[in-house]
């Protein structure tokens, strides 16, 4: 259980995925009101597949490392794809019980995605 809350800690102090990406195709920001974490998604798309990705944010180690790994797992893959992305699975790149609280900061970076892409599935006709 350890080795997890290191790769959090790991994926919060160093996030691969961090910045801001020229011109995205998506950009969607959201907010926890309840803790006051904030995440910003921006993807660069090209055919319908995700070409690159990256996260601006504050708040706590959860939701920033969720955020890091969620960017990692999207990389590379194709739009319908990301869509079928589960609560399960998010919970299951970081890999530790969370309390219902945590729960909702380790969410925010997938609800922030889906948002976008509902916005983005609006827009185009992908």
Same mark, same amino acid.
């Given at each position: 259980?350890?080795? =997890?809350?290191?790769?959090?800690?790991?994926? =919060?102090?160093?996030?691969?995925?961090?910045?801001?990406?020229? &011109?995205?195709?998506?950009?969607? &920001?959201?907010?926890? $009101?309840?803790?006051?974490?904030?995440?910003?998604?921006?993807?660069?798309?090209?055919?319908?597949?995700?070409?690159?990705?990256?996260?601006?944010? &504050?708040?706590?180690?959860?939701?920033?490392?969720?955020?890091?790994?969620?960017?990692?797992?999207?990389?590379?893959?194709?739009?319908?794809?990301?869509?079928?992305?589960?609560?399960?699975?998010?919970?299951?790149?970081?890999?530790?019980?969370?309390?219902?609280?945590?729960?909702?900061? $380790?969410?925010?970076?997938?609800?922030?995605?889906?948002?976008?892409?509902?916005? =983005?599935?609006?827009?185009?006709? =992908?």
């Amino acid at each position: 259980m350890n080795i =997890y809350r290191e790769n959090i800690l790991e994926h =919060y102090k160093n996030p691969e995925n961090l910045g801001v990406l020229l &011109k995205p195709d998506i950009q969607v &920001k959201e907010f926890n $009101a309840l803790c006051g974490d904030e995440i910003q998604i921006e993807i660069k798309l090209e055919k319908n597949k995700i070409k690159d990705a990256k996260f601006i944010g &504050k708040g706590c180690a959860i939701s920033q490392a969720s955020a890091d790994l969620l960017i990692n797992h999207i990389k590379g893959k194709k739009l319908n794809d990301i869509k079928k992305i589960t609560q399960e699975d998010l919970l299951d790149l970081l890999g530790i019980k969370l309390t219902p609280t945590r729960l909702n900061c $380790a969410l925010l970076p997938l609800l922030t995605l889906n948002k976008g892409l509902k916005e =983005y599935e609006k827009w185009t006709n =992908y």
